[in-house]
């Protein structure tokens, strides 16, 4: 991978390891808080490879609709580790459990 594509995965896994226990973010907060807005999709691209980088809590990013990751069953698992309730078997409750950043 290209350093500044290096850099640019460090600067979005560093916002979502700033994301609280018990909390999530969606992919377009973490984009903002990155200071590119419009690039949600990107944030997605980054998280599929995190672990290349290290350990971070993906877990705890999801879309704009509380929804989680299609076919990541122990997403669901690690949040209600975090005491998150899920609303249905794939929706969380984002004005209960978003970080407020």
């Known amino acids: 991978m290209h350093p500044k ?22 992919y377009g907060q973490i984009a903002r808080l990155i200071g590119r807005d419009k690039n949600a999709r990107l944030v997605g691209s980054v998280l599929r490879h ?11 990013v999801v879309n704009a ?8 069953a122990a997403q669901a698992d690690l949040l209600r580790d975090e005491g998150v309730e ?16």
Not at 65 to 72: E, I, K, Q, S, Y
Not at 86 to 101: A, F, P, S
């Open 65 to 72: 609709a509380g929804r989680l990751v299609p076919g990541w």
């Open 5 to 26: 594509n290096h850099h640019l995965a460090y600067e979005i896994l560093s916002a979502v390891s700033e994301i609280p226990f018990g909390k999530v973010a969606t």
């Open 50 to 60: 995190a672990a290349d980088y290290g350990n971070y809590p993906c877990h705890r």
């Open 86 to 101: 899920l609303k249905d078997e794939t929706h969380i409750c984002l004005k209960r459990y978003q970080w407020d950043c």
